[in-house]
């Protein structure tokens, strides 16, 4: 997705409007929609609304908000998680949004048949709650608590080499178990997974089987699909934030 301030798509297709919200919210950007849609939900209070004109929000922690033409309320309870799926139901030809947790009874679903409007847009935390550390005071900070990381991680070196490049934490867990810290300051993306994971495995290959390493990913917070794709390779997170001045 490019800088501007704002983006703005009129009367996308399913398939366009799937390329932008995922665009979107990967870039960490809070999205809104136009468009009529139905809404149904599986939480405690269930409930299905039919097809109408309405407001939707989606923020980059997974929050999806549904509003109609009245009141502050969304039309919907917002079920935990932070995972927001974009889908196209093709026999429809209509954009489809999940929210809910990754496993779990609990899910909420909105299908648009038509998208009027669609905006992208960064909204800036309050400067007081934005994290001011550099990465290497959240490395710093890592290497003096690194029970924040883990209850008995125990660091060995920074910087330490490997076939795909130099880790920025080599550790030890409690186990004895080889373990690789890949530290971001900001929330972190699918590139910070997609390097932790070369790491591990370079790793692996250079330790000849003696054993097995693991990988966590530490950061103030992840995108939500940082967080399919390590689940997928099976690595670790651990929310950690530079500290503060």
Do not use: W
Not at 81 to 98: E, K, P, S, W, Y
């Amino acid at each position: 997705m490019s800088d501007e301030a704002v983006r703005t798509l009129r009367n996308p297709s399913a398939s366009r409007a799937k390329a932008f919200l995922e665009d979107a919210l990967e870039a960490g950007r809070y999205v809104t929609l136009v468009g009529a849609c139905t809404v149904a939900s599986t939480t405690r209070t269930s409930r299905e609304h039919p097809r109408a004109r309405r407001h939707a929000t989606c923020k980059p922690d997974g929050t999806v908000l549904v509003h109609g033409p009245s009141g502050h309320r969304p039309l919907h309870p917002q079920p935990d998680g932070d995972r927001i799926d974009v889908a196209v139901d093709g026999d429809a030809n209509a954009l489809v949004l999940t929210a809910g947790p990754t496993a779990g009874a609990e899910q909420f679903a909105a299908t648009f048949d038509s998208v009027d409007l669609a905006t992208a847009f960064h909204v800036d935390e309050h400067a007081t709650d934005a994290p001011s550390g550099t990465e290497a005071d959240l490395k710093d900070h890592v290497l003096e608590h690194p029970e924040r990381v883990e209850p008995g991680l125990r660091p060995l070196a920074t910087e330490r080499d490997t076939p795909a490049g130099p880790v920025d934490v080599y550790a030890e867990a409690a186990d004895g178990q080889p373990v690789v810290l890949e530290l971001k300051r900001d929330r972190a993306g699918p590139a910070a997974v997609s390097q932790l994971a070369r790491y591990v495995d370079a790793l692996a290959a250079d330790l000849h089987g003696d054993a097995t390493p693991r990988g966590i990913l530490v950061a103030p917070g992840l995108t939500p699909r940082a967080r399919r794709l390590l689940d997928d390779h099976d690595l670790a997170f651990a929310t950690v934030e530079p500290p503060r001045e």
